[in-house]
Antibody, heavy 120, light 110 residues
Framework: QLQLQESGPGLVKPSETLSLTCTVS??????????WGWVRQPPGKGLEWIAN???????YYSPSLKSRLSLSVDTSKNQFSLILSSVTAADTAVYYC????????????WGQGTLVTVSS | QSALTQPASVSGSPGQSITISCTGT?????????VSWFQQHPGKAPTVVIY???TRPSGVSDRFSGSKSGNTASLTVSGLQAEDEADYYC??????????FGGGTKLTVL
């Protein structure tokens, strides 16, 4: 059974860098059948797509976050990571990692989510 | 890229049917058959109820159905049950190889 688990600091200071890792268990991140990605949700608000990454390292970013965003994948650790620079209070959100089937809009697995608060 | 447009709220009585619309543009909803719908209960991660416009994953009740016409996709929930009360989000692929969500709709079962 596939499981995704987000990890990283729960508190980040304004202007600093947010770093999160998603650890995949019960399946291989190197499968050609899936894309891996991040979605966030500010408290009390809606979902926002952040980015996707393929096991080869190909990345697809939200235009609104692209200038501050970087995704990477570590197939040896079965993990993928997100780095968001120059954060502000507007980046405070629950961050979810997720798996999407290739060639489809089917997001079939989600992490439980991790709350990241941007505050001094 | 702008969020897809959904009604903020819809409501219905048990046993009734409701439909939630999701309006985009010819660059997203209208361009691809990659529209998904997610259900989210408070404090929980979203789960998919429909993907690729009208495909229902195994394990999802057949009371959920999806369709699309032009730039607008729709999610219909028939035979409303108390457990259907949740937030619902649509999501679409876009021409710039990105994905975009709708603003979300709160479904209240009266």
């Amino acid at each position: 059974q596939l499981q995704l688990q987000e990890s990283g600091p729960g508190l980040v200071k304004p202007s600093e860098t947010l770093s999160l890792t998603c650890t995949v268990s019960g399946g291989s991140i190197s499968s050609s059948s899936y894309y891996w990605g991040w979605v966030r949700q500010p408290p009390g608000k809606g979902l926002e797509w952040i980015a996707n990454i393929y096991y080869t390292g190909s990345t697809y970013y939200s235009p609104s976050l692209k200038s501050r965003l970087s995704l990477s994948v570590d197939t040896s650790k079965n993990q993928f990571s997100l780095i968001l620079s120059s954060v502000t209070a507007a980046d405070t959100a629950v961050y979810y990692c997720a798996r999407r089937q290739s060639g489809s809009g089917y997001i079939d697995s989600w992490g439980q989510g991790t709350l990241v608060t941007v505050s001094s | 890229q702008s969020a897809l447009t959904q009604p903020a709220s819809v409501s219905g009585s048990p046993g009734q049917s409701i439909t939630i619309s999701c309006t985009g543009t010819s660059s997203d909803v209208g361009a691809y058959n990659y529209v998904s719908w997610f259900q989210q209960h408070p404090g929980k991660a979203p789960t998919v109820v429909i993907y690729d416009v009208s495909t229902r994953p195994s394990g999802v009740s057949d009371r959920f159905s999806g369709s699309k016409s032009g730039n607008t996709a729709s999610l219909t929930v028939s035979g409303l049950q108390a457990e259907d009360e949740a937030d619902y989000y649509c999501m679409s692929y876009t021409r710039i190889s990105a994905w975009v969500f709708g603003g979300g709709t709160k479904l209240t079962v009266l």
